[in-house]
């Protein structure tokens, strides 16, 4: 069975070619994917990674996040693009670095940041809006969101259950080294 | 069966207040009807409209809102005038707003029903907890409610209060690591931490399962361990009663002697019914109860309907720990 991620997942590794055309996956699916150029989908994955200061991430889930926030602001890759030359130029090595670096009161450039963090961590893009049938938020990923991890030794993600009744009277086993 | 009405009883909502009326009717033999306007979804779809929605926080996301069956967050339906922006979670579904309820079963305290003649504030109820507390009982067993039967409370600290004919369905879940930590620091401080009485099961009950700690009591119970209203629409229809959804009443009609004799529903389809029964129940939520009952121009000879309505009050604390919890 192929399924979504794993569609998208070829996509990505498919952008050398160019291959996104819709061939046979649904007309959201075709979007998502059409709205990516080929070059912003690699630059975008690295300076995700430098961003969240991590060795890898999902690529399905970073193309993604790059075709949504796409669409929210068709300037978006132009901005991203620009921020990660940015860390280039000034041969930032660490997000600490960034944030403490003058051009980071450029407010694109730190909205532009801040959009690429809060997608990977909190697993939706746009702005929620509460006590409202709609927003322009849209999903991600449920369980792939970062802010999960720090917890996960201690939290089961929401809807998910690891334990019978009162697992929760022992305390987390990883207490000592917290 | 009646033969001149189509039912002996009508209830309007099948929430946990009318399911339960219903259910209890048509244990007696009763010809019942329940009228809800939104539809039946099935746990699972609910649990998985939460985990694929983009707004989590939002506890209404996962729920049905359709246009003839508005859950409270639609910018349709509620029209705020005043400095206040008055916006409850209420949902329009079978079972109603106890599918994200939490489940907090606290009962009133016999203080709380003399604030008049205690604090000199507001008004004393019209009975004393002594009468309602059998009432208690029987809401706690049909909603199985899992509680200390040995905690005061009130939060002073004393014995078992309020007093109880009969012990809680199921005994409380055993304290989170986080829960025993606050009670060992602020027990000190003089502060009583008890355990909150709640309608989420701590063994197998009424069909429900034991709660396994699944981290989501809002806005969906993804096994159903948290009472919500569906579990009593489901045992009023086993017992008899006629549960029709896509039933939005509009209307109760007034016989020749203002009696109520018949209910005027509408479907999303645009048929319209009239249904007649001996009594009828109004049990659509604070907000819809009293607009039917306005619309219908019954109920009110002391023009308080509609007026008085007040929010689900909270209060919440908040404290950043010197230690891992």
Redesign the interface.
Known sequence: MITRRKLLYSGAALTGAGLFAPLWAGVALAQEVSSAARDDVESFRQLSMFLLERPSLDAALSLRILAQCTQNDPEFPQKMKALWSKVGQHHLRSVGQLSGSPFYRDPVIKDTTQKIVSAWYLG???T??????T?G???VT?TGALAYQPTADA???????R??????????AT?AN? | MNQDFDADVIVVGSGALGSNAAFELAKLGKSVIILEAGEHIPRWKI?EN?????????Y?SPYP?EPWA??S???QYIENTGSF?F?P?MLKLVGGTTWHWAAACWRYLPNDMKLNTLYGVGRDWPLEYSELEPYYVRAEIALGVCGSDTQDQSGQGGGAFPPRSSPYPMAP?????LF?RLRERMGPAGYHFIHEPNGRA??PYDGRP???????CMP?C??GAMYSGDVHARHAEQAGAKLITDATAYKLEKGADDKIVAIHYRSSTGADVRLTAKYFIVAAHGLETPKLLLISEVANSSDQVGRNLMDHTGQGLQFIADE?L
């Open positions: 939706y893009t746009g929620p809006v509460s006590l409202r049938a927003d938020t849209r999903l449920f939290t089961v993600i929401p809807t998910y259950s334990g019978k009744t009162n697992y929760w009277v022992n305390p987390p207490l917290d | 649990v939460f985990r694929n929605s983009s707004n989590k926080g939002n209404n809102n508005h859950h967050y639609d910018e922006e916006r979670g879940e055993g304290d989170t690591y025993q701590t063994e034991a709660c396994s700690g699944n981290n989501n969906v993804p096994i891992p």
